[in-house]
């Protein structure tokens, strides 16, 4: 699509923080500078984690199933409590940070794995394992990291097989980071207890495996869908837009970009403070 595109192009403001419908590189290549809307999903986003975790924990869905079809308690199992959990953050970014703030409340243990380990001030309580090692001890694996060539099935069979027996899995982010054929198997085997997932890797066509699955808690990719999220993004959307036409520079720069940039001119494009917060933007101006 890029090719058709006029070289007068030359910023593209997506309204999303993924962004793996856009390849980037070819941006890159064309001088396209690209932006997404982090931070202003971060809240929404963590508390559908939390939603799914818990139910998932709890195997919720056979239960208002059993309801919804005048059974009562019809075939309820018994689930687990959070507290004392150990809850894995595979993507330890803006939202993995509020899904470990809302989890602590819980009473659950927090370990993580990023690219790279935090500064002590963002990383809190939270401990900073290889990833090997996040496969081997989180009681719950949360997926919060973005999609890309390098993290496309990052969980798959061999990964499945290094878990705890009965881990639970949680997927907001994107579907393809999990082989769902491989977690299929892992629930079928009772390797995986159950599971909580808002994104699919072929969306909307839903793996039947799963979708027949009860142990398995299913939203259709609403983990945005507020109006306050919703009117946050659009939000900063306007501001990437307003930036660019007035400054040349964008605000949220995507990171592949941003770093580039780093490199090249130090903070000169697309800064975001360590802190989270973005410059120039709180979220409700424009």
């Known amino acids: 699509m890029l090719s058709v595109l006029p070289n007068s192009l030359k910023f593209i403001c997506h309204n999303g923080a993924g962004y793996d419908n856009i390849d980037v590189d070819a941006c890159t290549e064309k001088e396209i500078l690209v932006s997404s809307t982090p931070i202003a999903v971060n809240n929404a986003t963590a508390d559908i984690t939390m939603f799914l975790m818990i139910g998932a924990l709890r195997q919720a869905y056979i239960s208002i199933s059993s309801i919804r079809n005048g059974q009562w308690f019809g075939k309820t199992t018994l689930g687990h409590d959070p507290r004392g959990r150990t809850l894995g953050i595979l993507g330890m970014g803006g939202i993995g940070r509020e899904v470990a703030r809302r989890?602590?409340?819980?009473?659950?243990?927090?370990?993580?794995?990023?690219?790279?380990?935090?500064?002590?001030?963002?990383?809190?309580?939270?401990?900073y394992v290889s990833f090997d090692d996040l496969l081997c001890k989180s009681d719950?694996?949360?997926?919060?990291?973005?999609?890309?060539?390098?993290?496309?099935?990052?969980?798959?069979?061999?990964?499945?097989?290094?878990?705890?027996?009965?881990?639970?899995?949680?997927n907001t982010a994107r579907g393809a980071l999990i082989n769902e054929k491989a977690l299929v198997d892992a629930l079928n085997s009772g390797k995986v207890f159950?599971?909580?997932?808002?994104?699919?890797?072929?969306?909307?066509?839903?793996?039947?495996?799963?979708?027949?699955?009860?142990?398995?808690?299913?939203?259709?990719?609403?983990?945005?869908?507020?109006?306050?999220?919703?009117?946050?993004?659009?939000?900063?959307?306007?501001?990437?837009?307003?930036?660019?036409?007035?400054?040349?520079?964008?605000?949220?720069?995507?990171?592949?970009?941003?770093?580039?940039?780093?490199?090249?001119?130090?903070?000169?494009?697309?800064?975001?403070?360590?802190?989270?917060?973005?410059?120039?933007?709180?979220?409700?101006?424009?």
């Open 103 to 127: 989890a602590r409340v819980f009473g659950m243990n927090i370990i993580y794995h990023n690219r790279r380990r935090l500064p002590r001030e963002l990383e809190g309580d939270a401990t």
């Open 140 to 170: 719950v694996l949360s997926l919060n990291l973005s999609l890309n060539a390098s993290t496309r099935h990052i969980i798959s069979g061999p990964e499945f097989e290094k878990m705890k027996d009965g881990v639970v899995i949680i």
């Open 194 to 286: 159950s599971a909580g997932l808002d994104v699919f890797e072929n969306e909307p066509s839903v793996e039947p495996g799963l979708l027949n699955n009860p142990r398995v808690m299913l939203l259709p990719h609403i983990g945005t869908t507020t109006l306050e999220t919703q009117r946050e993004m659009e939000l900063l959307v306007l501001e990437n837009l307003r930036s660019c036409l007035e400054k040349g520079t964008l605000v949220t720069l995507v990171p592949e970009q941003r770093d580039a940039l780093h490199q090249v001119n130090g903070l000169e494009n697309g800064h975001v403070e360590r802190n989270g917060h973005l410059n120039g933007w709180n979220g409700v101006h424009v």
